[in-house]
């Protein structure tokens, strides 16, 4: 490093004998050298021959109910890519997967929250809806919509717990206008309650993108109406801070897949 500084003709760094920190001229180097960096791996990455050898490490978050839905094709896309480049997925809560991005543990996140957040950036990919989840035999399975008061008569609903994401978004939506029927069962996490109602437990109400997309699965899906809760499902990082370049290839895939995704979703909905 002395060697580099003298090169340079200026002090990279403020020595003492605890402690080593950078000068403004370090910081600035830093910055620079970061740039170059940054430069040259983008080059790498678009030539195919080197990116299918190039190797690293793309950390992303994703709320469990998501999964499914955007990660797959992106990622067999990526994977094909770039086969030396690892991809690490932490499905976890909304709130995890916030705290992932906002701390640097996840490179980026999908999740339905961060809109208001001044230090994430919030890029959008679909609406979801939620929906009444209930079997194909159940009194509710043939109405084409149901309200709140239709659900609040019968007694096996079983909802998500207070403090998750997504029954935070249902009692904001419910808060002037209707109480959240009375349950029997209350679960933590949406996988949990899909497949609770899928055990023939009872009804409940989930985004529809956590419901398996196998048509031929015992449960439907019907919309719900006074009010109607919709959640935005969308991607977040960490606003000002250039993504490594690994990851950004990965981030931009997945934004300039959302025509398409949102193209599914619709399908989805009309089926």
Known sequence: MEKLESALGVRLFERTTRKMELTVAGRSFVEKARNVLAELESS???????????????????VPSAVSFFLPNALKAYHQTYPGIRVRLIDETSS????????GEADFGLTYIGTQEPDI?????????????????????GKRSVSWAEIAQYPDYMLLAQGSGNRTLIDSALANAVRQPSWFCEVQHVPALVSMIEAGLGIGIVPKLALPRDRHRSLVSIPVTGPSVVRTLGVIRRKNRPLPVAAQHFFDLLVRARGGTRQRAKSRATA
């Open 44 to 62: 790498l990455f678009g030539m195919e021959d080197l990116g299918r050898r190039l190797t690293g490490l793309v950390t992303i978050a994703c």
């Open 96 to 103: 995890v997967v916030f705290l992932a991005v906002a701390r």
């Open 121 to 141: 950036e919030f890029t959008p990919i679909l609406q979801d809806p939620f929906v009444l989840a209930c079997q194909r035999d159940h009194p509710l399975a």
